[in-house]
């Protein structure tokens, strides 16, 4: 028997520009037993995708988009936040 189980990941790119370079990642799947773990902080040194464009290209949907940030004049410089954080997700088949 095949059951569906969902995989997320959130890709922090550089711009809006959809193409733009991944810059930070997180990635949850549901596929996994609770035994196996999880993506760790700094399991790796490159994103699993250059960008959000080449995720979709990939077959991972687009859940949701940032809202884009709002820059308060004099405070264009100020840090915080990520601000072009992506939620996508995907279905993956395991046997059951």
Not at 31 to 45: C, I, P, V
Request: proline share 6%.
């Amino acid at each position: 028997m095949s059951t569906t189980r969902q995989q997320i990941l959130i890709l922090c790119i550089s711009s809006p520009d959809l193409d733009s370079r991944t810059v930070a990642w997180s990635f949850y799947d549901g596929a996994k037993t609770r035994d196996e773990l999880q993506m760790q902080t700094g399991d790796s040194n490159e994103p699993p995708y250059r960008s959000v464009l080449a995720a979709m290209q990939d077959g991972w949907n687009v859940m949701q988009f940032p809202q884009l940030p709002y820059l308060a004049h004099e405070h264009e410089h100020d840090t915080g936040h990520l601000p072009y954080e992506y939620i996508l997700e995907r279905k993956v088949n395991i046997n059951g």
